[in-house]
């Protein structure tokens, strides 16, 4: 059974500068190679973080795939020094979990796997370099994969320890809050460099 939703209320803000899928796949046609990757989202990845310390948290298990010539492209994008830019936090989850799984093996690119990496500030990301995301929900293990983005492994945390990715994404949100973005699912997106 389809059903539909009302449309959303009229934003005040201008519409984005690339609103239409044929528009979008010109613009990115002239700049951007694109690939797809696949990860089947749990029940899992919206569950609250219970744990004091989220590299405590007892993280899900998901299917993920890239085909070989997607991390083909992937590795020839990197070893030619541009940018891997995933959109969502679901593509950073399964690129990250491919390079992980081919960092260690010579094997064939498997066709699928089952992934329960989690990414935290300090993480090392060895294939993403920027993601196009929404604004999550707090004490949420997406909340801290942005978070892992915003942080070099090496960078010293704040005097209060909280990991500088963290204060950094703190500080986003506040922005995007004083500036009314619409946060969750079907919210406002942010780049992330």
């Not at 613009?27 to 694109?34: E, L, P, S």
């Not at 679901?90 to 699928?112: F, G, K, M, W």
């Not at 990301?125 to 196009?132: C, F, P, R, V």
Request: aromatic letters at 6%; proline letters at 10%.
């Amino acid at each position: 059974m389809a059903t539909t939703r009302p449309p959303p209320p009229p934003s005040p803000r201008p519409p984005p500068a690339c609103t239409s899928r044929p528009r979008c796949s010109t613009r990115c046609a002239r700049d951007v190679a694109r690939t797809d990757v696949q990860l089947h989202v749990g029940a899992g990845t919206f569950k609250s973080v219970e744990t004091e310390n989220v590299e405590d948290h007892p993280i899900h298990a998901e299917w993920c795939s890239m085909s070989p010539a997607a991390v083909g492209e992937i590795r020839q994008t990197r070893a030619a020094g541009h940018r891997v830019v995933a959109v969502g936090t679901t593509s950073v989850r399964t690129i990250e979990s491919y390079a992980a799984a081919l960092a260690t093996t010579d094997q064939p690119v498997p066709d699928h796997l089952s992934t329960r990496l989690l990414l935290t500030p300090g993480r090392s990301l060895h294939w993403s370099d920027a993601l196009l995301t929404n604004f999550h929900l707090p004490r949420s293990t997406l909340m801290a994969l942005v978070g892992a983005m915003l942080q070099s492994p090496d960078e010293a945390p704040a005097p209060d320890g909280t990991p500088i990715g963290i204060v950094r994404l703190k500080a986003a949100y506040r922005e995007a809050i004083g500036r009314g973005y619409r946060f969750y699912s079907f919210g406002d997106a942010m780049l992330v460099l």
